[in-house]
């Protein structure tokens, strides 16, 4: 079957990792993500996948802590770069070929973030993981898979959570909220449907980057998703 999207990234969030646990990694979860994501390079779609660093170290109230925001925030960083490492293991032991590349200098474990390398390396069949954000602080995870997935010319970028789509309302708070499969940009912030943070999503609005909320622990879902399944929500121009 043919992939609709010739090149994607994939937003994922730290704490998907956590799985069951309350806190770091389940490697049965990793092992999920690594064959699904192993599924889709095999169809011949170029991945780039920009990870959060939520289930290792979330940016704390600063009044609670006493650590600076700018502080905490490089911090997350951080633990970004551990779980890109994580999945990069999960990987490369399903036999994917893969780069992790920082925004933040750590030439022992990830080259540097350079977009031209970044790009070479998708169209070679490799699998690029891109940690720390952005490089900096006050900008979320989110915005930095926004920023990276204009960067590169990706086709789309596939958010992937716990739960299959953009709903009315919390689904987990509220039985009665109902699921959209297509919904504009305009709609969502009209309606107040935190799909990402702000900056992240007009990033996508201003360049016509739609991006689609699917389930990512649903087994297989992912191939679903790029093969051009109605998979999750759509959200578009």
Do not use: W
């Not at 490697?27 to 999920?32: E, K, R, S």
């Not at 660093?53 to 502080?71: L, Q, S, V, W």
């Not at 299959?164 to 309606?191: H, L, M, R, W």
């Not at 935190?194 to 991006?211: G, K, Q, S, Y």
């Amino acid at each position: 079957m043919l992939p609709k999207y010739k090149r994607i990234l994939l937003k994922l969030s730290g704490e998907a990792l956590m799985g069951d646990k309350s806190f770091g990694f389940d490697t049965d979860v990793i092992n999920q993500y690594a064959q699904d994501i192993k599924s889709i390079t095999e169809l011949g779609v170029q991945v780039a996948i920009v990870i959060g660093g939520g289930n290792i170290y979330r940016g704390m109230n600063e009044a609670e802590t006493g650590i600076e925001r700018a502080h905490g925030d490089y911090m997350g960083m951080l633990a970004t770069v551990i779980n890109g490492m994580a999945l990069q293991a999960g990987l490369e032991k399903a036999g994917v070929f893969t780069r992790l590349q920082s925004a933040i200098k750590m030439e022992q474990i990830a080259e540097p973030y350079i977009r031209r390398r970044a790009i070479r390396h998708v169209e070679k069949g490799r699998v690029v993981i891109f940690g720390a954000g952005t490089g900096n602080p006050y900008f979320t995870t989110d915005t930095a898979g926004s920023l990276r997935a204009i960067e590169i010319n990706a086709d789309v970028i596939l958010k992937g959570t716990r739960v299959d789509g953009i709903y009315t309302a919390d689904p987990e708070k509220d039985p009665s909220a109902t699921k959209y499969n297509v919904i504009t940009f305009q709609d969502c912030i009209s309606q107040n449907l935190r799909v990402m943070d702000m900056t992240a999503f007009t990033l996508c609005m201003e360049n016509n980057l739609p991006i689609i909320v699917f389930d990512m622990n649903k087994p297989d879902n992912l191939r679903r998703v790029v093969t051009g399944e109605k998979v999750g929500t759509l959200v578009k121009g």
